[in-house]
């Protein structure tokens, strides 16, 4: 089963006799449309966390209140906020060695509701304004917030998976974008490009220096292959809360004047896309999906400001910048 949506026949009519699915309409004007997008597969109820998971607020009520943390964090802070991007570093690893064609956004998402759970930490994104699950899996042309389902991974997608775990009171968000077996070039481009779009972007993490330099150095990457840089989707300040007052802008904005202080947490999360940056949201009210149906791939850190430069929170074995000195 991977669509509530009916499904096709095997062969389908001309675009402009009548649909297959009896709409009375055009074949072209109604089902063609869809002909090579990802179909929704079946969601299931929300999974429980167990009791001896400490929740954040929003946990029983799907409600967020906002309030002023503060920008800068305090060293305590700082140390549980390692100790929960490890864990959504190591949850990502493990979610992305899953990804192979047949196997479901629902097992992955399974697998990583239990990682969090051993490793002591809530989901953060269960119940987060009423999101269903522990991850996010969005393939292809989904942008972002894609909802795990019944769909199985075929040979040729890409697979988004982004995770965020709540430990010891303190939000880790992390993604990346995985090849389903054999990718063509193209795409294969795309996620690459993408992942080191990210990298320029934390390369630009300075004290001193306005969030600004972020959406520069992204858009300078990306900007020999005419790729398009998702605005409406931004980086986050982090830390108590899932998302604070501080954005992240991927693109260059002059407006996007803050000064980067030393403890200062903040994620960089580029969204870059083979065609247009407009987006539609399915009726699901979360999946992001491109206008044009084109491809679009995603990378995230979570990034502590120090003199010294950034530091990946959710980094591990193998997530070093391509740039740095020990992966030349
Ligand atoms: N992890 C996503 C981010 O990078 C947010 C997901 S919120 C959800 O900001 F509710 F959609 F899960
Ligand atoms: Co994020
Ligand atoms: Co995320």
Redesign the pocket.
């Known amino acids: 089963m991977t669509s509530t949506l009916g499904s096709a026949p095997s062969t389908l009519p001309q675009a402009n006799e009548s649909c297959w699915c009896g709409s009375g309409r055009k074949y072209k004007r109604c089902h063609k449309k869809s002909e090579g997008r990802i179909l929704q597969g079946l969601i299931t109820p929300m999974r429980e966390v167990p009791a001896n998971i400490a929740r954040p607020p929003y946990a029983d009520t799907g409600e967020y209140e906002a309030w002023d943390e503060g920008r800068v964090k305090s060293p305590e802070i700082i140390e549980r906020m390692r100790a929960s991007g490890k864990l959504a570093g190591e949850v990502l690893k493990m979610a992305g060695d899953m990804v192979k064609p047949g196997v479901t956004t629902e097992t992955i998402d399974i697998a990583v509701h239990q990682a969090f759970i051993d490793g002591g930490a809530y989901p953060?994104?269960i119940n987060?304004?009423g999101?269903p699950?522990a991850c996010?899996t969005s393939v292809n042309e989904v942008i972002?917030?894609g909802i795990p389902d019944s769909r199985e991974l075929q040979e040729g997608d890409i697979c988004n998976i982004?995770?965020?775990g709540w430990l010891d009171g303190v939000h880790g968000?992390t993604?990346a974008t995985f090849f389903v077996g054999d990718v063509d070039p193209e795409s294969q481009q795309l996620v690459n490009v993408t992942e080191e779009s990210m990298w320029r972007g934390i390369e630009a993490v300075k004290v001193g220096r306005p969030l600004s330099d972020i959406g520069r150095a992204i858009e300078d990457t990306v900007k020999p292959y005419k790729y398009g840089v998702v605005r409406a989707f931004v980086g986050?300040g982090i830390g108590e809360q899932?998302?604070t007052d501080i954005q992240v802008l991927h693109y260059y904005d002059s407006r996007s004047s803050t000064i980067m202080r030393a403890g200062m947490t903040f994620?960089i999360?580029p969204m870059i896309t083979l065609g247009t940056i407009n987006y539609k949201i399915w009726d699901d009210d979360?999946t992001a999906v491109t206008s044009d149906g084109r491809r679009t791939a995603q990378f995230?850190h979570t990034l502590l400001v120090t003199d010294e430069g950034p530091q990946v929170l959710t980094g591990g074995p193998g997530t070093a910048s391509p740039t740095a000195p020990w992966k030349r």
């Open positions: 953060s994104t987060y304004h999101y699950k996010c972002c917030h982004d995770v965020t968000d993604n986050h899932f998302h994620t999360e979360w995230e």
